[in-house]
Structure formats: C-alpha cells, structure tokens
C-alpha cells in the first residue's frame, strides 16, 4: 500500500499537468475580402467616317503611290525589255483570217506603250507567251504589265530560259496578285533568287479557266545583271 504522502504528490502532479494542458482558445483566421471586380473593358470607339475631303485626299495618295511604284519599274536600270516575242494563241486566229495587228505577240516588244497581245481563249485549256531578250543577264525578277487587269489572276507558271535554250521554272501555282484599281495597268511581279545561268528568255503560262474572259499583256520586263 502507497505512502499518503506519496499519493498526495502524485494528485498534485495531475492537477498541475492539467492546468498545462488547458485548451487554448481559437484563433478566427481574418476573413479575406474578395478582391474587387475588374472594371469592364471600355468599348472601343467606332471609327470616325471620313470626310468627302478626306476621302479625296486619300484617293489621290493611293494614285501618288501607284504613281511612284509605276515610274520606278519603268526606269529600273537593271531591268531590260523584250525583243521578241510569240504566243500559242491569239485572238481571232481560228477564224481563217489573220488576226488584227492590235491583238498580235509582236506587240509586246519594247516597253509599255498600251499596245498588247490577246489571247483566244476565255476559259478553257492554257496559253502562253514567250519573250526573248538582247541581253543574257542573271536574272532577279521578272514583271508582267497587264493592261487593266485582265488575266492577272490567271497567270501559273513563270519559266526562264538560259542561254543553252533549257527552260527553268523558278514559279507555278495560284497568283495572289490581283487587279490594281490605282490604275490603267496592273504590274505582276515575281521576284527570286539571282539565277546562276544567263537568262535569255521568258514564258509566261496562262491557265485560262481561273479567270475568264480574254487576257492581255502589254509588256514583260526583265531584271537582272
């Protein structure tokens, strides 16, 4: 049997122990304000309409820049017009005449001067028109001057021809340029890297079903060096 002394000591213990272990009260964590809505994007302002002044301004800044872009290409002194020229087709050919000199390849020769050939086909099959030039050069480009349009959209191949008489296609496909409204011509330009052969001779290759109606072109101009 335990001491009274010693079961007094232990009580004491107990009581102490748990006086330690009395809970402590909660702590409320502060509540966290909801952050603030986000105010509502402005609506854009709608465009101001433009004036009839304005309007006119900006017509005679397109015909300026078509302009300068024009005078550029037609005085690029690297650039060369062709000497020569023959088409797979044109038009009136297949009526038992000789076609109208308005409408003959040989009007391609020189620069642009609103004489041009005219194909005979609206919307079936391909055409074609080689050029040839005075001088071989490595060649960098090569624009084609559509008189009004017509055609620029049916254009698919571009080929060179080197000075052996080989044919190169430096591009086929869909032509992304369309009609030019700046003004009387539309200029398709193709640009590439400079060819290592000289290059002698250009075709243009027409796939007539992609744009109908009659196409025409008024010049081919070489670039190269």
């Known amino acids: 049997?335990?001491?009274?002394?010693?079961?007094?000591?232990?009580?004491s213990t107990l009581i102490l122990t748990a006086c330690h272990k009395k809970e402590q009260p909660e702590v409320t964590?502060?509540?966290?304000?909801?952050a603030p809505a986000a105010a509502p994007a402005a609506a854009a302002a709608p465009a101001a309409e433009q004036t009839a002044e304005q309007q006119e301004m900006a017509k005679k800044q397109a015909l300026l820049d078509y302009g300068t872009m024009e005078d550029k290409y037609l005085n690029d002194p690297k650039g060369q017009w062709a000497t020569a020229a023959k088409a797979s087709s044109t038009f009136g050919d297949d009526n038992g005449k000789e076609p109208s000199e308005v409408n003959v390849a040989k009007n391609v020769v020189g620069?642009?001067?609103?004489?041009d050939w005219?194909?005979?086909?609206?919307?079936?099959?391909?055409?074609?028109?080689e050029v040839g030039y005075a001088k071989p050069v490595n060649a960098t480009e090569v624009r084609v001057i559509i008189?009004?349009?017509?055609?620029?959209?049916?254009?698919?191949?571009?080929?060179?021809?080197?000075?052996?008489?080989k044919w190169n296609t430096i591009w086929t496909?869909?032509?992304?340029?369309?009609?030019d409204r700046r003004g009387n011509r539309t200029w398709f330009?193709?640009?590439?890297?400079?060819?290592?052969?000289?290059?002698?001779?250009?075709?243009i290759t027409i796939a007539n079903n992609v744009q109908h109606g009659y196409k025409r072109v008024d010049a081919v101009q070489l670039i190269g060096e």
């Open 118 to 129: 005219t194909n005979n086909n609206q919307d079936k099959g391909f055409d074609w028109l």
């Open 189 to 203: 330009v193709r640009s590439f890297e400079k060819t290592a052969y000289k290059v002698k001779g250009v075709k």
């Open 173 to 179: 496909g869909i032509s992304e340029v369309k009609q």
């Open 147 to 165: 008189p009004g349009g017509d055609g620029v959209e049916a254009v698919n191949k571009v080929e060179l021809q080197d000075t052996d008489g």
């Open 111 to 115: 620069a642009s001067d609103d004489r």
């Open 1 to 11: 049997m335990k001491h009274p002394a010693t079961i007094a000591l232990l009580m």
């Open 29 to 34: 964590p502060a509540a966290t304000a909801p």
